[in-house]
């Protein structure tokens, strides 16, 4: 248990100060909780005594009322202070989940499930905020307040404070076990929930596979089998802490009834008065609710820590080193040095070397799988090479900061993927600081301004989460306009045309050739007139280049090249009869 709450303690962060805070005024809620057993008693000895007057009434409706907004106060202050916590313990965590998912190979994204980062950073952190700070304070607060119950109750007869301890120390004992046991069932219960989230996720995002193939309800077998393994490993922890909720329940019930019996006993016996015994049989329906809201907050303590581990496993993805340093390079060439990488044990580029000069365009061409796309992004360096070098400007990419490595590049990738935001705000994403004129101006040379000016809030138009709301190739003209106000130095297109309607093509590949003018340019290409006016084309073939040259010395020569360029002529001559 001790583990757990350092744990807990830990993971708060800068949030201990307000947990502290709760717990200080936790111990004068007890204080006013203790007023009312003080207002119980004084009307008991007033009516043993037989006290005819008013005043015993009025003074003990006094502690009452000051018991009752006593309470009210500090548990509304005690809350806020826990929900702050709460909140922001998580929200910073989540925060750095973001950073930190930065940092790692883009490989991870590929070999882990998205629904298992979902499920960490929503469903296992909802119950560490939730429950996180609810749990230390009532733990370490009921402890304290438990305390200050029993001194009370061994100041006003030690044999029942005697009762209470003892009673206390079992419903504690069987408390402990119980929080024992849970280890073995609660990791199946946080694995089921985000499992349970790649599964729904997987499945509304599938959904139109799902219906084009008429699989609704038959094509669902991994969500229904998430379904009843979260629905399996709830029912575990249920039949786990059932007996000992019981036992716990008994524990209370049978020490109560012992104090009451005991009450009576010394009352007979002499050892007791009348007003001490009727006050103790009290006591016996108060004394244990302190301690009862302990061991609730104690049989869901592994519930949070484990939660805390769950979240805990993505700071120990592997980063990239980022010991690097800002640099601003005066050359933007771009150099492969006997590059080898692999995704796990599949190679996929061997031993390729490559100069990509200054303010060049360099054209890459090759079958699917060659590699094209993978050489691309190791110059972002979204993973890191195997084997050999890549420099920019003649410094190792390893050597830059990730962001001032970024600051040289803009990338325009075949699927576009826009935030669930404004567009002026998707077109700004790669330049928070740019004027509206200036995003107008970049929407202009990409050939989308028209047609953000029809729509009925033209640049404040929010767009659906990965821009659904708009056309594929209207998405492509976006993220082009991204990449021109950003205005990078080296520019790396991947099939950056693929999804442009014919009747803007021409005037997208101007804007393109505006963009490109005085910049290092790299791009994946298929289309005949993007090519041939590359300065130089590189010609990939099972993770190899396997010819380099311009249009005109590759075109002549049998090889990829030319079957290439033979395929893109037959399909311009393909006629519907």
């Not at 303690?9 to 057993?37: C, D, P, T």
């Not at 806020?80 to 790692?104: C, E, P, S, W």
């Not at 716990?248 to 007979?268: D, N, P």
């Not at 297109?493 to 014919?502: I, L, R, S």
Request: proline share 3%; charged share 20%; hydrophobic share 45%.
């Amino acid at each position: 248990m001790i583990e757990v709450l350092r744990k807990i303690w830990q993971f708060a962060g800068e949030e201990r100060k307000n947990i502290n805070k709760s717990i200080f005024w936790g111990f004068f809620y007890a204080v006013f909780h203790m007023l009312q057993v003080g207002a119980i008693y004084y009307i008991l000895l007033a009516l043993t005594d037989g006290t005819d007057t008013s005043r015993p009434a009025w003074t003990a409706l006094g502690l009452l009322l000051a018991s009752i907004a006593g309470r009210a106060v500090i548990n509304r202050f005690t809350q806020l202070q826990q929900t702050h916590a709460g909140y922001f313990m998580v929200a910073n965590r989540r925060i750095a989940i973001g950073d930190k998912l930065k940092r790692i190979p883009m490989g991870y994204f590929n070999d882990t499930s998205l629904g298992e980062i979902t499920g960490v950073a929503t469903t296992v952190l909802d119950v560490v905020e939730t429950m996180g700070p609810v749990v230390l304070v009532n733990i370490l607060g009921g402890l304290i307040n438990s305390a200050v119950f029993v001194l009370c109750v061994l100041s006003f007869d030690w044999r029942i404070g005697l009762l209470t301890l003892a009673g206390m120390f079992l419903y504690l004992w069987i408390t402990s076990i119980m929080e024992k046991r849970s280890a073995g069932v609660i990791p199946h219960r946080q694995e089921s929930e985000a499992r349970l989230v790649d599964a729904v996720l997987e499945q509304i995002q599938g959904m139109s596979v799902i219906k084009s193939f008429n699989l609704t309800g038959k094509g669902d077998r991994r969500i229904q089998e998430a379904l009843e393994y979260n629905r399996k490993s709830n029912l575990d922890i249920e039949r786990t802490f059932t007996p000992y909720m019981i036992a716990q329940e008994l524990s209370l019930h049978l020490f109560s009834v012992l104090i009451m019996g005991a009450a009576v006993l010394f009352s007979l016996s002499g050892t007791m008065s009348l007003p001490d015994a009727l006050m103790t049989v009290v006591i016996s329906f108060m004394v244990f609710s302190q301690i009862q809201s302990t061991g609730s907050a104690m049989s869901t303590l592994r519930v949070v820590g484990s939660s805390i581990d769950h979240a805990e496993q993505i700071n120990e993805l592997p980063e990239m080193d980022e010991k690097g340093r800002e640099i601003h390079p005066q050359s933007h060439d771009i150099s492969f040095r006997h590059v080898d990488f692999s995704y796990e044990k599949k190679a996929i580029l061997q031993d390729v070397s490559l100069t990509i000069p200054d303010k060049t365009t360099t054209a890459i061409v090759g079958p699917s799988g060659s590699g094209k796309t993978t050489l691309c992004n190791l110059i972002a360096r979204f993973w890191d090479v195997d084997g050999g070098a890549i420099q920019i400007g003649g410094a190792n990419v390893r050597d830059y900061t990730l962001e001032s490595l970024m600051d040289q590049i803009s990338m325009v990738f075949q699927r576009v993927y826009l935030f669930a935001d404004t567009i002026e705000n998707n077109i700004k994403f790669g330049c928070p600081g740019a004027s509206h004129e200036e995003v107008v101006a970049a929407a202009k040379k990409a050939c989308c301004h028209e047609f953000i000016s029809a729509l009925p809030d033209g640049y404040d138009t929010v767009v659906g989460e990965g821009g659904a709301s708009l056309s594929g190739g209207e998405k492509q003209r976006i993220s082009i306009a991204r990449a021109i106000l950003k205005d990078a130095p080296i520019i790396i297109f991947d099939e950056a045309t693929a999804n442009v309607d014919p009747e803007n093509e021409d005037k997208l590949q101007k804007a393109m050739e505006a963009l490109m003018k005085d910049k290092t340019i790299l791009m994946i290409a298929h289309r005949l007139k993007t090519v041939e006016k590359a300065d130089q084309i590189l010609v990939l073939d099972k993770g190899k280049i396997v010819q380099k040259g311009t249009h005109q010395e590759l075109a002549g020569k049998p090889g990829l090249y030319a079957d290439f360029l033979n395929a893109r002529r037959e399909a311009a001559g393909w006629k519907l009869t």
